[in-house]
C-alpha cells in the first residue's frame, strides 16, 4: 500500500479485531476445566501498583486500609489481564486534566478488594447492570478513537469469578465510576 494514512488505518483495524479475537479465545479457555486457571500465591497489592505505574504513571493514588494483605490464590497472567483493563478504562474515560484514579486496596480474613474509581463522565444508571455483559457498550455513539468492542468487562468478569471472586461497578454520572474487585485469600 503506498498511501501511509489507508495502511495505518487499516494495521489498527487489524490490531482492534486481533483483541477481540484474543479475548474471545481467553473466555473460551476459561471454560475448559484442565488447567484453566493457574494457582499460585500472588500479591495483589504489587500486582495492582505495577500495572498503575505502567498505564497510569503519575494519573493515580493508591491508597491500603491497614497492613498489607496476605497472598491470593491466583493466575497472575489472568489477574494482570484484569487489572490492567479496569485501569485502562479508568485512564480512558477520565479527563487527563482532572483528578487523579483512585485505587483503594482493603481486605479482610477472607478476601483482598480493590476498587478503582475514575472522576470521568460515568455511566448512565440504566446501562449499569449490563456493563459486564460481552459486546455491551455504554456509549453506544462513542467514537472509534474511544474502542472498544464490549469484551473488556466481560472478560475481567469471567476471570474474577474462575477466581471464586466478584466483580461490581457503582457509577454517577458526571462524577465518575468505581469498579470493585474481590478476589479470595488463600
Do not use: W
Not at 62 to 75: C, F, N, Q
Not at 83 to 100: L, M, T, Y
Not at 152 to 177: F, N, Q
Request: with cysteine.
Amino acid at each position: 500500500m503506498t498511501d501511509a494514512r489507508a495502511r495505518d488505518g487499516l494495521l489498527e483495524d487489524v490490531r482492534v479485531l486481533e483483541g477481540m479475537v484474543n479475548e474471545l479465545l481467553e473466555t473460551e479457555r476459561l471454560d475448559r476445566a484442565p488447567g484453566s486457571v493457574v494457582r499460585e500465591p500472588v500479591d495483589l497489592p504489587a500486582l495492582v501498583r505495577a500495572q498503575a505505574g505502567i498505564i497510569a504513571p503519575g494519573r493515580h493514588v493508591i491508597s491500603l486500609e491497614g497492613d498489607d494483605p496476605p497472598p491470593v490464590t491466583g493466575d497472575r497472567a489472568r489477574l494482570e489481564t484484569v487489572f490492567r483493563n479496569i485501569i485502562e478504562n479508568a485512564v480512558k474515560f477520565s479527563p487527563a486534566d482532572g483528578a487523579p484514579i483512585s485505587i483503594e486496596i482493603s481486605h479482610g480474613a477472607a478476601a483482598v478488594t480493590v476498587r478503582v474509581r475514575d472522576h470521568g463522565e460515568g455511566i448512565a444508571q440504566e446501562d449499569v447492570p449490563y456493563i459486564f455483559e460481552p459486546f455491551y457498550r455504554a456509549d453506544r455513539a462513542r467514537s472509534h478513537a474511544r474502542a472498544g468492542y464490549g469484551l473488556g468487562l466481560y472478560l475481567c468478569k469471567r476471570i474474577v469469578e474462575a477466581h471464586g471472586g466478584t466483580i461490581e461497578a457503582r457509577s454517577v454520572p458526571g462524577e465518575g465510576t468505581t469498579i470493585s474487585v474481590r478476589v479470595p485469600v488463600g
